[in-house]
């Protein structure tokens, strides 16, 4: 089949085509869905959080989730966010002087000046960023940085788990855009499955899940033996986020489906000369009082060897 998405190679992440205003009021509207799901930024197996001294956030996006986690930590931390574009980074001068962001290709070599720097890695939504071959090469990378006994905190989907709630024809239609979008790039939808098994191979011990949550809102523990510090389906998603979530994804989805159009990738589901049409429906399905559309949540921490 023509796939004029794997044959694009400087195309690294499937939404990167929005403009900066628009995918950073995604970002942001995601974090705060995230966090209130897992009632913290930082996971409280994570001990002495005010001991910290170097965290570092990895594809940091706007650098929302290093920003609010700096107002935690003590002023003495240095907290720093890495992407390999600077389009959503905040604007220095608004942030404190233990905030700094800098670019950042995952994909090469860690430079020797961040190497065993950091106390924390924090990564998050790399699903659709990185091809099936590509995860094991950045784990490796991004191991490099961390302190002998720091952690790695990974947040990330499955594509694949993308659903529609109830599952209405163009409500699932436009929740599949995801998982077919990933494969077409050379994605994995169900990246997250292998995830623990690339962070034991670097060396980490798999934190388990904590015996009960803080926050406004308690996740059931992940299935045992899953190796996931959390994990949560869109069905269990807290009650007080799902309409923001929900809402958040489908303008996302609306503008896959207009990437998809532009440029011709081939589907089942819409033309360029239909695309309007079926964008329409997927609004009107998950409008108020409709289908809500989902992808799982899902967290590994480990800790670094000595
Ligand atoms: C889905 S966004 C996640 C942003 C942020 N972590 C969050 O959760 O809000 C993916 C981010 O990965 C960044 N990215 C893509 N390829 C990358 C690479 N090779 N190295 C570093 N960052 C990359 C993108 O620029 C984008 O900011």
């Given at each position: 089949?023509?796939?004029?998405?794997?044959?694009?190679?400087?195309?690294?992440?499937i939404v990167?085509?929005e403009?900066?205003?628009k995918e950073?009021?995604r970002l942001?509207i995601q974090?705060?869905?995230?966090?209130?799901?897992?009632?913290?930024?930082?996971?409280?197996?994570?001990?002495?959080?005010?001991?910290?001294?170097?965290?570092?956030?990895?594809?940091?996006?706007?650098?929302?989730?290093?920003?609010?986690?700096?107002?935690?930590?003590?002023?003495?931390?240095?907290?720093?966010?890495?992407?390999?574009?600077?389009?959503?980074?905040?604007?220095?001068?608004?942030?404190?002087?233990?905030?700094?962001?800098?670019?950042?290709?995952?994909?090469?070599?860690?430079?020797?000046?961040?190497?065993?720097?950091?106390?924390?890695?924090?990564?998050?939504?790399?699903?659709f960023?990185?091809?099936?071959?590509?995860?094991?090469?950045?784990?490796?990378?991004?191991?490099?940085?961390?302190?002998?006994?720091?952690?790695?905190?990974?947040?990330?989907?499955?594509?694949?788990?993308?659903?529609?709630?109830?599952?209405?024809?163009?409500?699932?239609?436009?929740?599949?855009l995801m998982?077919?979008?990933?494969?077409?790039?050379?994605?994995?939808?169900?990246?997250?499955?292998?995830?623990?098994?690339?962070?034991?191979?670097?060396?980490?011990?798999?934190?388990?899940?904590?015996?009960?949550?803080?926050?406004?809102?308690?996740?059931?523990?992940?299935?045992?033996?899953?190796?996931?510090?959390?994990?949560?389906?869109?069905?269990?998603?807290?009650?007080?986020?799902?309409?923001?979530?929900?809402n958040n994804y489908v303008k996302a989805l609306c503008s896959v489906a207009?990437?998809?159009?532009?440029?011709?990738?081939?589907?089942?589901?819409?033309?360029?000369?239909?695309?309007?049409?079926?964008?329409?429906?997927?609004?009107?399905?998950?409008?108020?009082?409709?289908?809500?559309v989902?992808?799982?949540?899902?967290?590994?921490?480990?800790?670094?060897?000595?």
């Amino acid at each position: 089949m023509d796939n004029p998405i794997a044959q694009n190679s400087e195309q690294t992440y499937i939404v990167d085509f929005e403009p900066p205003e628009k995918e950073r009021l995604r970002l942001n509207i995601q974090h705060d869905a995230v966090v209130r799901n897992y009632g913290h930024l930082l996971p409280p197996a994570i001990p002495d959080h005010g001991n910290l001294t170097d965290v570092a956030d990895v594809a940091t996006g706007t650098g929302i989730w290093l920003t609010q986690l700096a107002e935690h930590l003590p002023a003495t931390a240095t907290l720093h966010g890495f992407d390999i574009t600077d389009r959503l980074f905040p604007d220095q001068s608004t942030l404190p002087q233990n905030v700094s962001f800098s670019l950042l290709n995952v994909l090469e070599p860690i430079p020797e000046s961040l190497c065993e720097k950091y106390d924390i890695v924090h990564i998050r939504g790399l699903c659709f960023v990185l091809k099936a071959n590509e995860w094991a090469g950045v784990v490796k990378n991004v191991t490099r940085m961390i302190k002998p006994s720091g952690y790695i905190v990974w947040t990330d989907t499955n594509p694949g788990s993308a659903q529609a709630i109830p599952p209405t024809k163009f409500a699932s239609q436009g929740a599949a855009l995801m998982d077919y979008m990933c494969k077409l790039r050379g994605g994995d939808p169900f990246c997250c499955s292998s995830l623990p098994t690339h962070i034991k191979n670097n060396g980490f011990t798999i934190i388990p899940p904590p015996a009960e949550c803080s926050g406004e809102y308690t996740p059931s523990p992940p299935p045992a033996g899953s190796e996931f510090y959390i994990e949560i389906p869109g069905r269990d998603f807290n009650p007080s986020t799902v309409e923001a979530f929900s809402n958040n994804y489908v303008k996302a989805l609306c503008s896959v489906a207009s990437f998809m159009a532009k440029n011709n990738v081939p589907n089942e589901w819409f033309t360029p000369e239909t695309v309007s049409g079926f964008v329409e429906e997927f609004i009107k399905e998950t409008g108020e009082g409709g289908s809500r559309v989902f992808f799982d949540l899902i967290c590994v921490v480990g800790r670094k060897c000595e």
